[in-house]
């Protein structure tokens, strides 16, 4: 496909496996794509340990070498990566227009692979005490609870997962979680109440973080839900992981999103303008695994780069 020196045929938000897929897919099909990497390159599977569920690895493989292999794969055939956050864009017709900082770029076909990032509790002291005893990532901060306490909260499988990971360090971990049964799968419950080190606090919700920025997380105060009952569980540390929420705060007003915040798309990943396709988690609501990510983007390629063909001359 022609590229002038200015308009690029198709640029992809986001180095996930919806975005990298759609990479690799989009180069060998010579539509010379360019990968904006985004703030967290490699997206969420860099924050997490063994991946055992992605076909093709009978032993598993570890988040972050899974993603390097993508990354490779995308690079072997001829993908252009930026690093970097877009900040602006305008999207209302074609040459679609975004903004790296200061700089322009314009493209034919976008692919946007933004991805989610985690939800937190709302609590007034939860940034305030961010890296300082509150985390969303036991594979960045595990390391820093051994022979400590620590709470995780949620009952899906990354919070299943972060209590798995945490006990490696931690000497208790403690799961809030606000309904009497886990979402998780049944093998990650099966591993997470066969581990000793772990206990539950059933139908409960983390009411405030107890500490300061000075010292950090020193407990959290619980409260069950059904009796209302509330507890001091002194902790050195709080793991949230209670799900994502796309990002999208880019493309509001310029595509269409539906109640959620998800990008809306039809027919695969068309979103509601023709040329700009959308992959992964930031538009999938159900799903949310690493091979329905990588299958997105590889359907968004397929489907930018038959709208180029069509489009071309
Ligand atoms: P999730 O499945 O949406 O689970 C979120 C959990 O947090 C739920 O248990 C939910 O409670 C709880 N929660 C939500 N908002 C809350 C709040 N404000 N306060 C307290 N608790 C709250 O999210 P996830 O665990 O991040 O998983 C997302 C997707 O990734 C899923 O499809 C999952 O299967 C997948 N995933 C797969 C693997 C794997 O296969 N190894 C690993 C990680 C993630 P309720 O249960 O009451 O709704």
Known sequence: ????????????????????????YAARSSCCPLLIAGGQPGGQLTTTTKVDNF??????????????????????????????????????KAPFKLWLDDR????????????????MLGLPNEWELYGRGV??????????????HVVVVGGGDTAMEEASF??????????VHRRDSLRASAALEQRIRENEKIDFRWETVVNDILGDSQKGVHGV?????????????????????????????????QLDLD????????????TSTPGIFAAGDVQDPHFRQAITAAGTGCMAALQAERYLESHSG
């Open 135 to 148: 985390s969303v990532c036991a594979t960045c901060d595990g390391f820093f609870y051994r022979d400590k």
């Open 1 to 24: 496909m022609p590229e002038t020196a200015s308009i690029h045929d198709t640029i992809i938000l986001g180095s996930g496996p919806a975005g990298l897929t759609a990479a690799i």
């Open 259 to 270: 109640e959620d915040g998800y990008l809306a798309t039809r027919n695969g990943t068309e």
């Open 166 to 175: 945490l006990t490696r360090f931690a000497s208790k971990v403690t799961v």
């Open 104 to 119: 322009l770029l314009e493209c034919r076909t976008l692919i946007i692979a933004t991805g989610a990032s985690p939800r």
């Open 221 to 253: 105060r619980l409260r069950h839900l059904t009796s209302g009952k509330k507890e001091d569980l002194p902790c050195d540390g709080l793991f949230i992981a209670i799900g994502h929420s796309p990002n999208t705060t880019l493309f509001k007003n």
């Open 55 to 92: 076909p093709g690895f009978a032993e598993g493989v570890d988040g972050p070498e899974l993603m390097q292999q993508m990354d490779a794969q995308a690079r072997r055939f001829g993908t252009k990566f930026v690093d970097g956050e877009v900040t602006r864009v305008e999207l209302g």
